[in-house]
Structure formats: C-alpha cells, structure tokens
C-alpha cells in the first residue's frame, strides 16, 4: 500500500494563556493520498488555519500523530523543521503580499528559496523560466509585484513554492482576495501544477468556485474532520458527461461522526437522539423521554 502524502490520526492542538484553554483541534483524522488535489472548508474558529500552521511546520501539535512524505511532525526541532519548510512542503498565503518581496522581479522571488538551497545560478534561472512559463506568467518574469494583477502575483507565488519541488503544497484561500474571473485563473494553474508536477495539494477555502472543482472536499468542524464530499464524473443514458457528488459523514477511530447541521436543523435534533440498528443501516430519530413516551 502506498504511502499516504499527509496523514493525521487523533491530532489535537490545544492552546493555552493564563487562564484560559482553547483547543483548536480535537482529534481530527486526515489522509491525503500521493497527487491527490483536496480542498479544505470550514467556518472561522473551525481549526483549519490550525491545521495548515501544523502541517506547514510553523506550528507543532499537542498530541496525536501528523506525517507529511513521511516526515514526523511531531518530533521536527530546530535545523530539522527549517530543512522540512525548505525541501518537503510549499505554502502559499491568502495575502498577495506576504508571497513575493517587493523589491525581487517575479524570477528573483522564485530563484530566492534556491539561491538560499545553494543551487548553481544556471539551474536557478532554467527553474524559475520552467515555473513561471507553467504557471503562464512567463512574460512577467522581469516585473516586479507592485506591476503585476493580484492573480499574477499569486501565480508567482505559487512558482515560489514550488521551487524546490516540495511533496506537499499547502494554500490558504489563495483565491479569497481576487474577482471570480481571476480566481477560476489561479485555480487553474493550482489545477495545472497538480496534473503536470505530481504534487500533492491541500487548498483551504471558502470559495465554492474551487471546493466544487475537486474530486474531494473534505468538511472541519469543531475541530474535526466532519464530512466529505466526493465526486466523480460519469455518463447519462445521452453520453454527455455529468459531475455526480455525493456527501459522507467521517467516522473516527473511536466510532464518532458530526451528522451535517442541515440535517441537524431539519430534524430538530439536540441532546439525546435514538439509534437503531437496522440489517444493513442504522437509524437516527428525535430522542429523549418525551419522544419515547410518544412511540
């Protein structure tokens, strides 16, 4: 069996101040499969930018088991870590801003984590021109990001993190600051470094433009890995091509799932519900004494 690319199992991160505890993931379970392109979705406070932090190597987690390429995060100190950010996984930010130096053209900016790698000038620049032309910014090779559009910038970007040919590359709402013309753009050249370098991708995300383009989108809430949604293409009895999605709930290693607030809302569920367990499905109904009282 191959080995999976990124691989959390009871990950938990807990936060702690003077008087107050705040834990940001509680036991959450991933597996992200070696080219696989996964966008992440989840409300604010849901613990993804937690995640991404952990994965990343900017932060390490409380307890709870996390590999990337089969690097343990949760033993990497010191030169280990800076190695791990350099050579295994790419960040790209939300904020343009915080991807390119504004100082650097869009070539410097991809030539720089080589140059710091101490990679000969010549394969520098074959690189850079390499990224840069996949990611369709070629032609802004000699500009500088105050004269390129936030969607260059964030191809450059992205150039930038791929510089060193990482496993794993990690983007936070890489299209929340950009028009929906210009996001379909990056998640398209997202979409491209995925199918022509083979890199594993987790994009964190609240723009249904990109969730709803990947095979996989996997649901944190409170903590956890609450849902995915699959999809997968197929034909209808014309021989056209319909995207065909399908919602599942995650069942943990101790036998727990979040049931989808839809169907918490629809239903009325709270505190107490009833199970049963049917030959081939289990049911869930309304519980507590009153409703028993009424069956």
Same mark, same amino acid.
């Given at each position: 069996?191959?080995?999976? *690319?990124?691989?959390?199992?009871? %990950?938990?991160? !807990? /936060?702690?101040?003077?008087?107050?505890?705040?834990?940001?993931?509680?036991?959450? $379970?991933?597996?992200?499969?070696?080219?696989?392109? =996964?966008?992440?979705?989840?409300?604010?406070?849901?613990?993804?930018? #937690?995640?991404?932090? !952990?994965?990343?190597?900017?932060?390490?987690?409380?307890?709870?088991?996390?590999?990337?390429?089969?690097?343990?995060? #949760?033993?990497?100190?010191?030169?280990?870590?800076?190695? /791990?950010?350099?050579?295994?996984?790419?960040?790209?930010?939300?904020?343009?801003?915080?991807? %390119?130096?504004? /100082?650097?053209?869009?070539?410097?900016?991809?030539?720089?984590?080589?140059? !710091?790698?101490?990679?000969?000038?010549?394969?520098?620049?074959?690189?850079?021109?390499?990224?840069?032309?996949?990611? $369709?910014?070629?032609?802004? &090779?000699?500009?500088?990001?105050?004269?390129?559009?936030?969607?260059?910038?964030?191809?450059? *970007?992205?150039?930038?993190?791929?510089?060193?040919?990482?496993?794993?590359?990690?983007?936070?709402?890489?299209?929340?600051?950009?028009?929906? &013309?210009?996001?379909?753009?990056?998640?398209?050249? !997202?979409?491209? =470094?995925?199918?022509?370098?083979?890199?594993?991708?987790?994009?964190?995300?609240?723009?249904?433009?990109?969730s709803e383009q990947v095979d996989r989108t996997v649901a944190i809430r409170d903590g956890r890995t609450s849902t995915e949604v699959l999809r997968r293409t197929e034909l209808d009895e014309h021989?056209?091509?319909?995207?065909? *999605?399908?919602?599942? *709930? =995650?069942?943990?290693?101790?036998?727990?799932?979040?049931?989808?607030?839809?169907?918490?809302?629809?239903?009325?569920?709270?505190?107490?519900?009833?199970?049963?367990?049917?030959?081939?499905?289990?049911?869930?109904?309304?519980?507590?004494?009153?409703?028993?009282?009424?069956?």
């Open positions: 069996m191959t080995a999976p *690319a990124v691989l959390c199992e009871g %990950l938990v991160r !807990i /936060y702690r101040t003077a008087d107050v505890e705040v834990q940001a993931l509680q036991g959450l $379970d991933l597996r992200l499969e070696p080219g696989e392109l =996964v966008a992440m979705v989840g409300a604010s406070g849901s613990g993804k930018s #937690t995640l991404l932090g !952990i994965l990343s190597g900017l932060d390490a987690p409380t307890a709870g088991r996390a590999e990337v390429a089969g690097v343990d995060l #949760t033993e990497m100190r010191g030169a280990r870590r800076v190695r /791990y950010q350099r050579e295994t996984v790419g960040f790209v930010w939300q904020q343009t801003s915080r991807n %390119l130096l504004p /100082y650097l053209t869009a070539a410097e900016n991809v030539e720089l984590p080589l140059l !710091i790698g101490r990679v000969k000038a010549s394969e520098r620049g074959r690189r850079a021109a390499e990224l840069l032309d996949l990611l $369709d910014v070629g032609d802004r &090779a000699g500009h500088r990001p105050q004269e390129m559009s936030g969607g260059e910038q964030q191809r450059v *970007a992205l150039a930038v993190a791929l510089a060193n040919s990482p496993k794993v590359l990690l983007a936070d709402e890489p299209t929340g600051e950009l028009d929906e &013309a210009t996001s379909h753009e990056v998640f398209d050249a !997202i979409r491209a =470094v995925n199918t022509e370098l083979g890199v594993t991708v987790l994009v964190v995300t609240h723009d249904p433009l990109v021989g056209r091509e319909r995207v065909v *999605a399908r919602e599942y *709930a =995650v069942l943990d290693r101790a036998g727990r799932m979040q049931l989808p607030q839809d169907f918490v809302g629809a239903l009325g569920l709270r505190d107490l519900v009833r199970l049963e367990l049917e030959p081939d499905h289990v049911g869930v109904w309304p519980g507590g004494p009153e409703e028993d009282e009424d069956d």
